[in-house]
């Protein structure tokens, strides 16, 4: 039973994010149907790839921020534990894809404090880099948006500022009680890789419309970097759904109709649920039991013994 009771929790894990997947589209499956046959098969799956190669950038982030707080776990474990934990954001609530990360997480003696203070630190990149660029767009004229263009770029600003070594140290040591030692190198690299990651969303977005001009693509950019935000706010809703959508035909609606952002809309969700569950399927690795059978060093009853596949340097939260 002891061996039955992983596969037993995961197997109620995928059928409750299933079951919020689909109930996250109910009643508009057939918006949705009609959505994907104004889209050519090849463009659909073409933008499957491109969220992919987006979601793989984020992974990277992920990973480079735990290994700030001193914990490397190796690149394919870290992508198994970060896709994977990823699908608990279709669950209700704001907590179970951290929950998720954590236990996987745990594997690779890493601790729950810093598993946490990692998630929320990668959601805070998410937050600021979406806001930098929504704003810019915005104030540049680029992305349609309510309000005055020079308070957009104000905020733009003021998402740059979260990038300074200085506010970021200070921010998660009252945040969190964590140091984090971090100069300019990691802010830009980060940064980079966000810029890929949002790149590649606008373009997925890109083949899904008949307008592929570089406006239409600012426009896009500009509305699910928006959208992204109000869902991420929002905590209640299961990935952001329906804040995100609503935000993004809000900025959208103005440059391409009610009608064509509606459906952009809906792709986007669905195109962004399939590359989840697509990395997540193909990254899954099974929990290896610990050599010499029960009651070895690391038995997997106790993950945070487990023998860790990562290098990790010693700080004061190992003591959590």
Do not use: N
């Not at 969220?51 to 190796?74: E, I, M, N, Q, Y």
């Not at 009680?177 to 802010?187: C, F, I, K, Q, Y």
């Not at 896009?220 to 706010?233: K, Q, S």
């Amino acid at each position: 039973m002891s061996r039955a009771r992983p596969w037993l929790v995961r197997a109620v894990f995928l059928a409750v994010v299933v079951g919020c997947m689909a109930w996250s589209l109910d009643g508009r499956w057939d918006e949705v149907v009609r959505a994907v046959r104004r889209v050519h098969p090849l463009a659909l799956g073409a933008a499957v790839l491109l969220t992919c190669a987006g979601l793989l950038a984020t992974s990277v982030v992920w990973r480079r921020t735990l290994a700030a707080f001193g914990h490397d776990v190796p690149r394919r474990e870290a992508r198994s534990v970060f896709f994977v934990s990823q699908l608990g954001k279709y669950v209700p609530g704001a907590v179970w894809a951290i929950g998720v990360q954590a236990r996987l997480a745990a594997r690779h003696a890493v601790p729950v404090r810093v598993t946490v203070t990692t998630a929320l630190m990668f959601t805070g990149i998410h937050l600021v880099t979406a806001g930098l660029l929504g704003g810019v767009l915005v104030a540049a004229g680029v992305a349609p948006a309510p309000g005055p263009r020079w308070l957009w770029g104000l905020g733009a600003l003021v998402c740059v500022a979260g990038f300074v070594p200085a506010v970021t140290r200070r921010v998660l040591r009252r945040a969190a009680g964590t140091a984090l030692v971090v100069g300019w190198r990691e802010p830009l690299a980060v940064v980079g890789l966000m810029a890929l990651a949002w790149g590649a969303y606008a373009l997925a977005l890109l083949l899904l419309v008949e307008d592929r001009s570089i406006s239409s693509l600012g426009a896009l950019a500009g509305a699910f970097a928006l959208g992204y935000v109000a869902g991420v706010l929002v905590v209640v809703a299961p990935a952001g759904l329906g804040a995100r959508e609503a935000t993004f035909v809000a900025v959208l609606s103005p440059a391409t109709g009610l009608p064509v952002a509606t459906a952009i809309a809906l792709l986007a969700r669905l195109v962004h649920t399939v590359a989840d569950v697509l990395l997540a399927a193909v990254s899954w690795r099974p929990e290896k039991g610990p050599p010499g059978g029960p009651g070895a060093v690391g038995d997997a009853a106790d993950p945070e013994l487990s023998v860790p596949a990562g290098t990790v340097r010693r700080h004061d939260d190992d003591r959590l």
